[in-house]
């Protein structure tokens, strides 16, 4: 089980923040150009794209440590969360997939996967537990009968809504603690971060 939860809270390290340094032609914006247009809110498509295409130097990335904070942020976050879903009896990972899964939707066993960042087989194992506590149930393709979806049961709907209702209440938690100007820039760094570990892993699968 320790494996399938690894590899589940894997596709979730992109929930870590980490500060990007990025060497800068005259006319391209900075990260610091994004903090202060974010705030004004002059902040264009062209800008984020132009940022985007931003190369770090060879002397930046010397002098940068991006994965222990990534690491340890990723660790914590995940600890923190992990208490708050004792309450409602889910482990560690198993919240990722319920959030992956769908009531009224079948998704196919390689969607749910694709969406994790974690191998189809991965998904089969801890689908398993989850049928077996009622939360969800698999169904065979009418016309393949090789392929197998699975969707949520009613009960694991309201496990799923208890789970994003978790989720929202530590975001909502840590964003109080944080400074309201700092918010747009941190966030728009994590989705980017978590999209380049996102590419990463599907090269190596």
């Known amino acids: 089980m320790d494996e399938e939860r ?30 202060r247009r974010s705030q004004s809110k002059e902040w264009t498509a062209n800008d984020m794209t132009a940022l985007s295409r931003e190369t770090v130097s060879d002397h930046a990335v010397a002098g940068v440590d991006l ?3 990534l690491i340890a942020l990723s660790k ?32 196919s066993i390689c969607t749910v996967a694709n969406t994790l960042s974690v191998r189809p087989s991965t998904v089969s194992k801890m689908l398993d537990i989850l049928e077996r506590r009622g939360w969800c149930q698999r169904e065979a393709d ?22 994003r209702r978790i989720w929202q209440e530590v975001n909502g938690d840590l964003m109080r603690q944080l400074p309201p100007d700092a918010v747009p820039a941190m966030s728009a760094a994590l989705r980017q971060v ?8 599907a090269r190596l699968r």
Do not use: C, H, W, Y
């Open 67 to 69: 994965i222990q904070p």
């Open 6 to 35: 690894s590899a589940v809270d894997a596709g979730g390290i992109g929930d870590a923040f980490a500060t990007k340094i990025m060497t800068k032609r005259p006319d391209q914006p900075t990260p610091r150009d994004f903090v």
């Open 194 to 201: 978590e999209d380049l570990l996102v590419s990463r892993l």
């Open 142 to 163: 009418d016309v393949d009968l090789r392929r197998t979806f699975v969707r949520l049961t009613a009960e694991g709907e309201r496990i799923r809504q208890n789970v």
């Open 76 to 107: 914590s976050t995940r600890q923190l969360v992990s208490l708050k879903l004792a309450e409602t009896g889910v482990m560690a990972g198993q919240d990722q997939l319920l959030d992956a899964l769908d009531l009224r939707e079948q998704r």
